[in-house]
């Protein structure tokens, strides 16, 4: 059973940054595409980047490219999403996420997805 805990996140300024944690303890860690996914308040849950199990391939969604950054430390079992040019639009509860059969990467549907981590919460705000 894969399972995450993440780090991260609180209350930032409009264009300041924040650096994402999320971790396992599973020994299959590498054998995942690790996913980030958020939720802001009112709207869906988002795909907003995700990393191959190896951290050679790398994705973004459209609202986030350039100002996100994705990668993992399998010897450490963490992937980190480095988030930067912080808009009040980015705030949101961010999940990372992972599935033994679906793809976590922009695009996907978060309901065909297994394994989360409790959520981490994101806001940006003056």
């Known amino acids: 059973q894969l399972q995450f805990v993440q780090t991260g996140g609180g209350l930032v300024q409009p264009g300041g940054s924040l650096r994402l944690s999320c971790s396992s303890s599973a020994d299959t860690f590498d054998n995942y595409a690790i996913g980030w996914f958020r939720r802001a308040p009112g709207k869906e849950y988002e795909a907003i980047s995700c990393?191959?199990?190896?951290?050679?391939?790398?994705a973004y969604a459209d609202s986030v490219q350039g100002r996100v950054t994705i990668s993992r430390d399998n010897h450490k079992k963490t992937v980190y999403l480095q988030l930067s040019s912080l808009n009040p639009e980015d705030t949101a509860v961010y999940y990372c996420?992972?599935?033994?059969?679906?793809?976590?990467?922009?695009?996907?549907?978060?309901?065909?997805?297994?394994?989360w981590g409790q959520g981490t919460q994101v806001t940006v705000s003056s």
């Open positions: 990393i191959s199990n190896d951290g050679r391939s790398t």
């Open positions: 996420a992972a599935d033994d059969m679906e793809s976590p990467c922009p695009g996907s549907d978060h309901n065909l997805i297994t394994f």
